[in-house]
């Protein structure tokens, strides 16, 4: 009677609620920013709403600090019971909440990083990477120089996990010689004992990963060194459109590889960027489009379970099933959580607008898997 209506209509109103951890002030803060603004504006296209209930977002900043991402993930937990936590940037920080996510029963949505500990043996139920396994932008990398025909590649990376798994994923494919493999610190701001190392190498290609400030420094200085013209830059994430703004000319040219790029031409890809313009006036950049689709995941799967997240084995799977049209074009999951995707060389170009984004080249790969998925037995 009177009694059950009441229950119902109070369960009715509950929310969709989901916590978004992203680096958000400091040096890398352009990065958390575009993940931010990109699931924002789906939420903002989805009308605030899953499934006919209303989206409350919990914004958490980790400041690159892995201990601090711990206690923020587990206020979104205990205080906030949010169903879903969507980020981080940094894959130290991922590594870091992976385990309270897990252990606490609930959704995690790496919309960035995506170290290999998780893709093989340590693969777990209640994660998906809406990006890319770390190795398969590096594996395409080594196969884009192949195609190139570099010979002889200069490998400067970070000092971190990630830069770690850089190398070992362009190793698996470049065919050519490593002149050398420099590590460099997380934090470092003087790149030119690298550069004199770079002109002394005088490789047929300076293949790098330096994310946000890092990339910023790097190429300013390898421009102040007039080595853009004789020593061609592939890299990842190093010239993007979150550090664009900042480089402008000095990074017209770098080459690239992603899944993805602001021209790619597509209907729902076409409407993500026009909309991120005229919302940020910025072009997005792939953080940005990562976390639009991670929303637009979150979204087919609450629609899916018709707004009961109580069956989380049912979520699960309908997550996994990945029913959403991605802008990128193809994309589902591998048993993993990660994605089977296609990969492209991108250059770094001055549209007629006066902004700068990376374009499609050509395609390197299509329906690429990672490769540590033959190891995932428990999901």
Excluded at 349 to 369: L, M
């Amino acid at each position: 009677g009177v009694l059950a209506l009441t229950v119902q209509t109070a369960w009715a109103q509950d929310k969709i609620k989901i916590g978004l951890i992203y680096t958000l002030s400091g040096p890398p803060a352009a990065l958390g920013t575009q993940s931010k603004n990109g699931f924002e504006l789906a939420i903002k296209e989805l009308g605030g709403k899953m499934a006919g209930k209303e989206v409350e977002l919990i914004v958490a900043d980790d400041e690159l600090k892995p201990d601090l991402a711990i206690q923020k993930v587990r206020g979104f937990i205990e205080r906030d019971n949010v169903d879903f936590v969507v980020g981080p940037i940094f894959s130290n920080v991922l590594v870091a909440i992976h385990k309270p996510v897990m252990d606490a029963g609930k959704i995690l949505i790496s919309t960035n990083a995506g170290t290999s500990n998780f893709a093989g043996a340590g693969c777990s139920p209640g994660f998906y990477v809406t990006s890319y396994q770390n190795d398969q932008i590096f594996e395409a990398i080594g196969e884009a120089s192949n195609k190139a025909k570099y010979g002889k590649v200069y490998a400067l990376l970070p000092n971190y996990p990630a830069g770690r798994d850089a190398l070992t994923g362009f190793k698996r494919t470049f065919k050519g010689q490593l002149v050398e493999e420099s590590f460099v610190p997380l934090n470092t701001t003087d790149f030119q004992p690298e550069i004199a190392k770079i002109r002394a190498a005088n490789p047929d290609a300076l293949f790098t990963f330096m994310p946000g400030g890092l990339g910023i420094n790097l190429l300013k200085t390898f421009n102040q060194a007039a080595l853009k013209d004789k020593v061609p830059v592939i890299s990842a994430f190093t010239a993007d459109e979150a550090t664009l703004p900042a480089l402008q000319d000095a990074a017209v040219g770098v080459l690239g590889v992603l899944t993805w790029a602001p021209n790619m031409d597509n209907p729902q890809n076409k409407k993500f960027v026009s909309e991120y313009e005229k919302a940020y006036n910025a072009v997005p950049a792939s953080y940005a489009m990562q976390a639009y689709d991670a929303a637009m995941l979150i979204n087919s799967a609450v629609v899916a379970v018709k707004g009961d997240l109580k069956d989380q084995k049912a979520v699960n799977a309908a997550l996994q099933k990945a029913d959403f049209k991605s802008v990128r074009g193809p994309f589902k999951f591998s048993a993993n959580g990660f994605p089977i995707e296609d990969f492209y060389l991108t250059k770094v170009a001055k549209r007629a607008d006066g902004k700068y984004e990376t374009q499609i080249v050509e395609k390197v790969f299509s329906d690429h898997p990672d490769p540590y998925v033959k190891d995932c037995k428990g999901r």
